[in-house]
């Protein structure tokens, strides 16, 4: 059972377009990252939300975290080419010290 | 300051051949942990450590084993690897629990025929 759940798997959309991305999950987090993987590389930190309703921007890229602190959203406005890769949301418990618990990620392509 | 790094890049063993895979940060980290990526399964702990010479399971430990005996490095053993042992791995580092997120490694990509 994935403890995280990400939705889309997959994603394709055309240079300029919105889109947005969930992360989604029954259990609360103390804290919950997002992290983009290109490809052959490992992946890179992008945001680090740690309070219930927390809005984080970096650029067109905004990040939420819900209320009840179990789930997240990514949010892209004017897609560009650049940001195609796998988008991968990350939370961890209190429960679980050091550890964090990957969802499958999210797979973006951005056509120009 | 090279970050997080991981030797070697790819590999090809025969099904019961043994390997070390070895990451190595130079950020004074506390933390480090290992993980395999598949298709469709997403990023799964096999072992971490918590400081230099301690060791934990992970979710998928089974196969593996680890040494952290210098706080800078941080060694994952296959002692009998099998095809179902296929897989890119990645290393990652961080400096304490409630710090900024992990830092990865490039990966390994494994490949047991």
């Known amino acids: 059972t994935q403890l995280l759940e990400q939705s889309p798997q997959f994603l394709s959309i055309q240079e300029g377009e919105n889109l947005t991305v969930y992360c989604n999950s029954s259990s609360v987090f103390s804290s919950l990252q997002w992290y983009r993987q290109e490809p052959g590389e490992g992946p890179v930190l992008l945001v680090t939300?740690?309070?219930?309703?927390e809005v984080k921007k970096l650029k067109r890229l905004t990040f939420q975290f819900g209320d009840a602190r179990k789930d997240s959203s990514l949010h892209i406005t004017a897609a560009q080419p650049g940001d195609t890769g796998l988008y991968l949301c990350a939370g961890a418990r209190e429960t679980s010290g050091s550890r964090l618990t990957f969802g499958e990620g999210t797979q973006l392509t951005v056509n120009p | 300051n090279a970050g997080v790094t991981q030797t070697p890049k790819f590999r090809v063993l025969k099904t019961g051949q043994s390997m070390t895979l070895l990451c190595a940060q130079d950020m004074n980290h506390e933390y480090m942990y290992w993980y395999r990526q598949d298709p469709g399964m997403g990023l799964r702990l096999i072992h971490y450590s918590v400081g230099e010479g301690t060791t934990a399971k992970g979710e998928v430990p089974d196969g593996y084993n680890v040494s952290r005996l210098k706080k800078q490095n941080f060694l994952l053993g296959l002692e009998s690897a099998a095809p179902s042992q296929t897989s890119v791995y990645f290393c990652?580092?961080?400096?304490?629990?409630?710090?900024?997120?992990?830092?990865f490694g490039p990966g390994t990509r494994l490949t047991v025929l």
């Open positions: 939300v740690v309070t219930g309703g």
């Open positions: 990652a580092s961080r400096l304490l629990a409630g710090g900024p997120g992990q830092y």
